[in-house]
């Protein structure tokens, strides 16, 4: 026992020293990162170096990845933090407010230039579309992942880690929203999706358009961002514990209101329906969906399809349903946004409002 808890003290002091030598180490001329670990595939391992399915997301510290990465170095101060370590299907509410709070604490330290998240592919656009609605700063906030685990040939990890670093440490990259750096691309957070099972440039913000790229390490940008985020929203997460529950129903031929009930009777705030085409509401959806209205569940309407704007009385009569519309957000991202604006108000009018203006 003795010998464990000197054991334990040498460890503390060792880790105490590495601290000190590396920050020592700091180069004042280079932007100070954080990356803050999450786990996915970025972090995974395979049982072999051809193993790019069935292998375990979440599995290599942040250490790990970033003593794999030795050449940030050069361009950036970088530390890091282990938050989480989940594959991203286990992404929640509450994993989204303790990361937001976090990014928010070091982001209003002068010594933090910006930050990178290390996240799973699967649903990293949903915790850069929340990021980019609650971190108060303009400093770089960049979200990064791989398709392939990091004991993969030709693993993407390390090369999108680097890129992610350097486009944190870029005064270019200063009051643009939260972004998605993958495969040599930058995205808004807003925008982007996953649209690829497996492929390796799976990320795509197909018709309003990537912002720029990376060559030779260096991000290129080419397009703003022109909806409102970070500093100009009007969401604050530092007092909140839990999220209002909004769920998403789905539509498809021979659709029935069994969900959008369930919903209900399970006490959702809002729902988000994925309508199909324009958000067309099914004859035995609608209903359901004005019952749901009725009962003060705050009800938006948004479409499966992926692209284009959600005609607010098209396919349906909004004013008269008292529904909202989710403008180009896709039904995982308007779930998002739902959740932040219930967290301010149930007028259906606010919301719309909120709807087009993030
Ligand atoms: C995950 O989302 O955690 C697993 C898949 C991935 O990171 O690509």
Not at 184 to 210: C, W, Y
């Amino acid at each position: 026992m003795l010998f464990h808890k000197s054991a334990q003290s040498m460890v503390a002091l060792l880790g105490l020293m590495v601290a000190l030598a590396s920050a020592h180490a700091a180069d004042p001329k280079l932007a100070n990162v954080t990356i803050l670990a999450t786990g996915g595939t970025i972090a995974g391992t395979g049982a072999t170096s051809t193993t790019t399915v069935g292998y375990t997301a979440a599995t290599v510290g942040v250490q790990t990845l970033i003593q794999a990465v030795p050449e940030m170095t050069k361009i950036a101060n970088v530390s890091g933090e282990q938050v989480f370590q989940i594959a991203s299907e286990n992404m929640s509410n509450e994993h989204w407010l303790a990361l937001a709070k976090r990014v928010n604490t070091l982001l209003a330290q002068k010594d933090v230039h910006g930050i990178v998240i290390t996240h799973g592919t699967d649903t990293l656009e949903e915790t850069a579309y929340f990021l980019n609605l609650v971190v108060k700063s303009k400093k770089p906030v960049v979200l990064v992942g791989s398709m392939r685990p990091s004991t993969a040939i030709s693993a993407d990890g390390p090369a999108n880690l680097y890129n992610a670093v350097a486009l944190a440490a870029s005064p270019d990259a200063v009051g643009r929203g939260v972004l998605v750096s993958m495969s040599d691309q930058i995205h808004a957070g807003r925008d982007v999706s996953k649209s690829n099972t497996t492929m390796v440039d799976t990320f795509r913000t197909p018709e309003l358009g990537m912002l720029g790229y990376f060559q030779g390490g260096k991000p290129f940008f080419y397009r703003q961002v022109a909806r409102k985020h970070t500093t100009e929203t009007e969401f604050d997460i530092s007092s909140l514990n839990a999220l209002p529950q909004v769920d998403v129903a789905y539509a498809y031929a021979n659709v029935g209101p069994t969900a959008i009930d369930a919903f209900v009777a399970a006490g959702v705030k809002g729902l988000v329906h994925a309508g199909v085409g324009n958000g067309s509401l099914p004859a035995k959806v609608r209903p359901a969906l004005s019952a749901a209205r009725a009962k003060g569940v705050v009800v938006v309407r948004a479409s499966r399809v992926g692209q284009g704007i959600l005609a607010r009385n098209g396919e349906a009569n909004d004013d008269e349903l008292d529904f909202v519309v989710a403008d180009t957000l896709s039904p995982q991202k308007a779930r998002i946004l739902l959740m932040l604006a219930l967290t301010k108000t149930n007028n259906t009018k606010e919301i719309q409002r909120m709807f087009y203006t993030y």
